[in-house]
């Protein structure tokens, strides 16, 4: 068993047990006694509620349980539960599913399941740093520069296109192919060698 509160400070237990486990094959059409079955195409059970929030908020709603007062509906039991609170659940629930897998002899299901939750928390605080070091100011300027590369604004691109810059040097024109020789060479005549060239200039 796994507890945690939400946030009105009501204490929520998560326990598996093979009764939990079929409510959650029944209504939510997962099988927990198979983590490592294929949910989906390439997505074992484990990773389906890992990367899914609803598949994950329907098995809490199975195997969650508290303390029940008289004449409370369940609007009114989950009236406390935030989105810290889903957090906690969350963690509740994979502390709980791998403590099952372990027992139950899934132990290549319990590792990556753990090494999915390091990676993925991982995963966000970087790319929330990478986020913070963006610039809106760029960012509008590249949405400017998006919208007048369209259809409509095409023609307008076209005049409003800026001046070559040192930054931004403009692009080497093809070069003309002419048949004018190099100066100071003279291309030699077919059927000539350059001795009867350079004769023949000698007498004009």
Known sequence: ??????????EWRITLTLGAIDRVLDEVGIDLLKPDAEAEPDKPVWFQILDDERTLAKVLGVVMATDAVGGETDDDRLAGFDGASLTKAAEAFFTEFMRFCRDRGHLNA???????LVTRQLHQEKAAKQVARISP???????????????AFKEL????????????????????????????????????????????????
């Open 157 to 204: 691109a076209d005049v409003m296109e800026p001046e070559p810059t040192p930054e931004t040097p403009a692009p080497d024109k093809p070069k003309k192919s002419t048949s004018a020789s190099t100066p100071g060479k003279r291309p030699a005549s077919s059927g000539s060698t350059p001795g009867a060239t350079r004769s023949a200039n000698s007498t004009t």
């Open 137 to 151: 100011e760029r960012l509008a300027e590249k949405a400017v520069r998006g919208a007048r590369e369209t259809d």
């Open 110 to 116: 319990a590792a990556a399941i753990e090494k999915a």
């Open 1 to 10: 068993m796994t507890k945690f509160t939400d946030g009105d400070g009501r």
